[in-house]
């Protein structure tokens, strides 16, 4: 089986990323637009209309539009802006959320593929939550760093392509990241985390960390059994691994280059058994489980393929 796929916004770096990706696949045709008519509205209505599912690589007003061109259309959509994830009648993008999700994305016509933060907080706390283990009251803090080409082409032109004088700069003082209300809405917290987020002058990676008392946790919760809530909702992923306590307890560091270049995301809980102090701790791709490794796998659930087809592993 063969289907059609137009990537709108597919000059842009998260557009290219997932090209990449699929521009090898026989089952896949894609349907391009040359440079001169990529953001001409008739070129786009007709290949937007035209696709069996068209991905949205475009920023949030434009994907707003994109979704209103296809209406009530046959085209299924992935739209990986910020746009729709909190969408209702949307399905969030991320196939490990919870058991079933899987099937929820293959017969969905509308997906709001995750924000690479989002996902990566989601991912830390929404078992927990699930395994009553944080109540949904908590006040949870998420430290996070990210490559430069998180912030797509304005950001890369901001690092010079890595050679700005800047290292490492946070943002988001006002405290109002985008992200927050995704990351309310499917962790299952009560209230938006305290959220910092910072980026470091190289092209693609990210680290993300959650510090948490177990105080704040249910009774007598160790760190052990945090590791397994973790272990036994990701036990069926090819893409997200959580290391055991050997392999964790084994590493000095963990470099923001870990998942670079691939679609993965490890997941590592750090603990001090006497002060009962954790550091819950993810490393991805902003470009790969990030964004276009998630578009993929989307798309593969959506089309009927391999969920893994196309992915780096
Ligand atoms: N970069 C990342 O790590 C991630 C990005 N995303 C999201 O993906 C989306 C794309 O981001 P990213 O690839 O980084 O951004 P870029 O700025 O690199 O790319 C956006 C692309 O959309 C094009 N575009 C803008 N307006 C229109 C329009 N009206 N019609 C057609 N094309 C248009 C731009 O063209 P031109 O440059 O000529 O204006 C550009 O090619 C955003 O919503 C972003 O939030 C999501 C997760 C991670
Ligand atoms: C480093 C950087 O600037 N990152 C982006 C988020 C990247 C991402 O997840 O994409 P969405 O824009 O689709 O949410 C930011 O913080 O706005």
Redo the contacts with the bound molecule.
């Keep these: 089986m063969t289907i059609s796929v137009f990537i709108d916004g597919g000059h842009g770096t998260?557009g290219l990323e997932i090209r990449e990706r699929l521009a090898e696949r026989a089952e896949i045709a894609l349907i391009a637009l040359d440079d001169d008519r990529r953001k001409d509205a008739n070129a786009r209505l007709d290949a937007l209309n035209g696709a069996d599912i068209a991905i949205l690589c475009l920023p949030d007003d434009a994907a707003r539009d994109a979704v209103a061109m296809v209406g009530n259309g046959d085209t299924k959509i992935i739209d990986?802006?910020?746009a729709h994830?909190t969408t209702a009648g949307w399905t969030y993008g991320f196939p490990e959320w919870e058991t079933g999700h899987r099937n929820a994305i293959a017969s969905s016509r509308r997906v709001g593929?995750?924000?690479?933060?989002?996902?990566t907080f989601i991912a830390l706390t929404h078992p927990l939550i699930l395994a009553g283990i944080l109540p949904g009251n908590t006040c949870v803090s998420v430290n996070a760093v990210?490559?430069?080409?998180?912030?797509?082409r304005a950001?890369i032109e901001e690092f010079g392509g890595g050679a700005s004088p800047t290292a490492f700069r946070n943002?988001?003082l006002p405290l109002r990241?985008?992200?927050l209300p995704?990351m309310q809405q499917h962790s299952g917290l009560d209230n938006p985390p305290l959220f910092s987020?910072s980026?470091a002058n190289l092209y693609q990676g990210m680290l993300v960390e959650i510090p948490l008392h177990l105080s704040q946790m249910r009774a007598g919760t160790t760190d052990s059994d945090i590791r397994t809530a973790l272990q036994e909702r990701y036990a069926d992923s090819r893409l997200i691994a959580v290391l055991d306590e050997e392999d964790s307890a084994a590493l000095d560091a963990v470099t923001i280059e870990r998942c670079a270049g691939t679609d993965r995301m490890d997941i590592m809980v750090f603990a001090n058994s006497d002060s009962g102090q954790i550091r819950l701790c993810a490393v991805l791709d902003?470009l790969g489980k990030?964004?276009a490794g998630a578009a993929v796998q989307n798309l593969n659930l959506m089309g009927g393929f391999d969920e893994y087809a196309g992915l780096r592993f």
Excluded: I, L
Excluded at 113 to 119: E, F, H, I, S, V
Excluded at 146 to 152: H, Q, R, T, V
């Design positions: 998260t990986a802006s910020t994830r593929n995750p924000g690479c933060y989002a996902q990210s490559g430069y080409s998180g912030g797509g950001m943002y988001a990241h985008k992200h995704e987020p980026v902003n990030g964004a």
